[in-house]
């Protein structure tokens, strides 16, 4: 797949557990976030976003926290499943006027049954 | 509701010739985007079309890359002449247009590209 050359990070965890990824975002002035997940051959898939004037959102089985002190983003997934197994990555739009998405490198989540 | 589509899935082609890549966006989407991962490396912005005009091309890596979107409706990424360093996969996304701010970007599958 594409994230072959590409050195992740990787979690582990096994079926039924809570998932934690971590992203530190490089650009204070950012104001818009979103989580992708990437499964081999295909495009990033949109999971979940926030703006910069939240703390915290919800989803379906996700959490997105934003810590702008830290520049710190957080996607928590709850019971996971074997299907959420992907590459998961962060982005972040600049407030600079314009909408390019910055990509984070990703971190691969493997779930065991 | 479609999503976004490109073509080819995959291209193989020597180094000095030429690719061109297609992107349909979602229907209705005026924000179409090019981005492109090289191996080993970060998924990378490329350019930015808000209908038929070229927003933001700041991620354009030289005059081998070429973007159009006539029409405002699909776009066509074409490189000429293609270099090893351009292989990679090519991702487009489409956003819809907003008022208040920043929105998601939806993306295609991707045409994986391999210059030898």
């Known amino acids: 797949g594409e994230s072959v050359g590409l050195h992740l990070p990787t979690l582990s965890v096994q079926e039924g557990d809570n998932s934690i990824i971590n992203c530190a975002y490089s650009?204070?002035?950012?104001?818009?976030f979103i989580w992708y997940k990437q499964e081999s051959g295909k495009g990033p898939q949109f999971i979940i976003d926030?703006?910069?004037?939240?703390d915290k959102r919800q989803g379906q089985r996700v959490t997105v926290l934003l810590n702008k002190t830290v520049k710190h983003l957080s996607l928590q997934i709850a019971a996971t499943q074997p299907g959420d197994s992907a590459v998961y990555f962060c982005?972040?739009?600049?407030?600079?006027?314009?909408?390019?998405?910055?990509f984070g490198t990703g971190t691969r989540l493997l779930v065991s049954p | 509701e479609a999503g976004v589509t490109q073509f080819p899935s995959h291209s193989v082609i020597e180094k000095g010739q030429t690719v061109t890549l297609r992107c349909d966006p979602i229907?209705?989407?005026?924000?179409l985007y090019w981005y492109r991962r090289v191996m080993g490396k970060e998924i990378k912005f490329l350019l930015h079309?808000?209908?038929?005009?070229?927003?933001?091309e700041s991620g354009m890596p030289n005059n081998r890359f070429l973007a159009e979107r006539t029409g405002g409706t699909y776009s066509t990424l074409k490189v000429q002449p293609a270099e090893l360093e351009d292989s990679g996969v090519y991702f487009c996304?489409?956003?819809?247009?907003?008022?208040?701010?920043?929105?998601?970007?939806?993306f295609g599958p991707g045409t994986r590209l391999t210059v030898l």
């Open positions: 926030i703006r910069s004037n939240m």
């Open positions: 996304a489409s956003s819809q247009s907003s008022w208040t701010g920043k929105v998601s970007q939806y």
């Open positions: 229907s209705g989407h005026d924000n």
């Open positions: 650009n204070s002035a950012s104001d818009y």
């Open positions: 982005a972040e739009i600049p407030n600079t006027g314009f909408q390019k998405l910055v």
């Open positions: 079309f808000v209908k038929e005009s070229k927003q933001d």
